[in-house]
């Protein structure tokens, strides 16, 4: 095991990262998205980003869009693999394009569930793309269920209480929760599969809104701006 150091908060530490990542030379099978905040104040990242918008959803788009080490690492019988964790909360919420940072706005929740939406359609828009371009790459999308984590450090006591009380009978363990990121990374079973939304190691159906293909797009070139990248083809993984 080898320790590199990435904020995704911040797009000056992810870059430095991917600069570190390629010097080492290495192929890159497997990437798991799976860094994140939730129910956070209204407050920035460094880089003027609504935080849940900039840490949960960008910081992963622009990791990626800069591991082009994994296009070269996937072969015709073995892809790489991509995979990212959204929620069950991206079932309740809605991408407002014409203002993804919630300036209009805040709400700790409405915010997460944007920022878990926009993994889910990334996902999508992602794995239409690796395909039209012959990628031996796949991209799934996870949701772990409910874990026991620090994660929920933000809540109101009230919730931190309950769930103090309750964890040990509705919550995941850690490991529990990983359960399915590791089936999408390892299993067998989902060599050359992609676009899946995965769930208790089994492939399931995603908010309607997750497969408007338009939202996709307009998502996806709206994501390079906010980055600063192209979104000519011949940028597209």
């Known amino acids: 095991v080898e320790f590199f150091y990435c904020d995704l908060a911040s797009m000056k530490s992810i870059r430095q990262f991917v600069q570190q990542f390629r010097a080492k030379n290495c192929p890159l099978h497997v990437l798991v998205n799976n860094a994140g905040v939730m129910l956070v104040p209204e407050r920035k990242t460094e880089d003027g980003f609504e ?36 929620s069950a909360t991206h079932y309740v919420g809605k991408l407002h394009l014409n203002d993804l940072q919630s300036r209009c706005s805040y709400s700790p929740h409405g915010a997460y569930a944007q920022s878990k939406l926009a993994l889910v359609l990334f996902t999508y828009r992602l794995q239409h793309l690796l ?43 850690p490991e529990e929760g990983a359960s399915t990121s590791i089936y999408a990374a390892v299993s067998p079973e989902m060599e050359g599969a992609g676009g899946c939304y995965l769930y208790n190691e089994e492939r399931t159906k995603s908010a309607d809104v997750a497969y408007d293909e338009e939202l996709q797009r307009r998502l996806w070139t709206e994501s390079c701006k906010m980055v600063g990248i192209s979104d000519e083809p011949s940028r597209v993984p």
């Not at 960008?58 to 959204?86: C, E, N, Y």
């Not at 790459?137 to 409910?146: C, E, Q, Y």
């Open 51 to 86: 935080e849940h918008f900039g840490l949960n959803y960008l910081g992963h788009f622009l990791l990626f869009f800069l591991l082009d080490t994994l296009k070269q690492s996937g072969t015709h019988s073995h892809s790489a693999r991509i995979i990212t964790v959204s």
């Open 131 to 173: 395909t039209a371009n012959g990628s031996h790459v796949t991209a799934n999308v996870v949701d772990p269920g409910v874990v026991n984590t620090e994660l929920y450090k933000h809540v109101f006591w009230v919730v931190k209480l309950v769930k103090w009380m309750t964890a040990w009978l509705f919550f995941k363990t």
